[in-house]
């Protein structure tokens, strides 16, 4: 089976703009979790998707949202970026649970300037 | 915040010595997951424990789930350069509740 795919790989962005991260998970898998990682912060959660529904959401910032659509791929925005958004974005896929093995994807790294 | 614990944040060991890294939860955990992160790389799953006081190895890598549920370890025995990444932890506090993940502890390996 094919792994999990992220799109793009790389972004820059100035302050202020929006961007949207795509994900898409192994075949079968129906959730999908978004992670963003700081070499300060280490990996936090964002929000998890389930049969295009938000299951469970991390402690961000409404500017940050995500969808999942119903092939199970998902998407992520931020809206308004700031600089302190800059990190890489991961995406990870399981098979119905967020607490299950996740399988993670090469993730967007996004440099805000 | 951050409510599952990894220490040390880094460690530097020269080939041959043996590494271990400890995750700690103020609460009871359902499971707990180790995953690594190579230099460059995403985190790949290595293992879950999910019985209390659970203790399971892999080669020259050794999983230990406390007795109450609540802290974990990961030793690795006779480290090699091929070991070099950063380890997490990441554990559920409930059934259907996502992975909280430790900060990471990156080992690099002196040849």
């Known amino acids: 089976k094919a792994g999990v795919t992220q799109t793009p790989r790389y972004l820059i962005k100035t302050r202020g703009q929006q961007v949207t991260l795509s994900c898409s998970p192994i075949?079968?898998?129906?959730?999908v979790s978004w992670y963003q990682q700081t070499p300060g912060q280490g990996l936090q959660f964002l929000f998890e998707y389930f049969s295009e529904t938000q299951r469970n959401k991390g402690n961000f910032p409404g500017r940050f949202s995500g969808r999942q659509f119903s092939n199970s791929r998902s998407e992520m925005n931020v809206s308004t970026l700031e600089l302190g958004d800059s990190a890489l974005y991961l995406c990870?896929?399981?098979?119905?649970?967020?607490?299950?093995?996740?399988?993670f994807g090469p993730g967007t790294r996004l440099l805000v300037l | 915040g951050q409510q599952v614990m990894q220490i040390p944040q880094y460690q530097h060991v020269q080939e041959g010595e043996d590494f271990t890294t400890y995750c700690n939860s103020s609460t009871t955990l359902s499971n707990i997951q180790w995953y690594k992160q190579r230099p460059g790389g995403h985190p790949v799953f290595l293992i879950q424990?999910?019985?209390?006081?659970e203790v399971k190895k892999q080669k020259r890598l050794t999983f230990q789930f406390g007795e109450a549920k609540k802290n974990s370890s990961l030793h690795i025995t006779a480290t090699q350069t091929t070991d070099v990444g950063t380890y997490f932890c990441a554990g559920t506090k409930r059934s259907q509740g996502n992975l909280i993940f430790g900060k990471g502890t990156k080992l690099s390996v002196k040849p």
């Open positions: 990870a896929s399981s098979l119905g649970w967020a607490q299950e093995t996740q399988y």
């Open positions: 424990l999910v019985k209390s006081g």
């Open positions: 075949s079968g898998h129906r959730s």
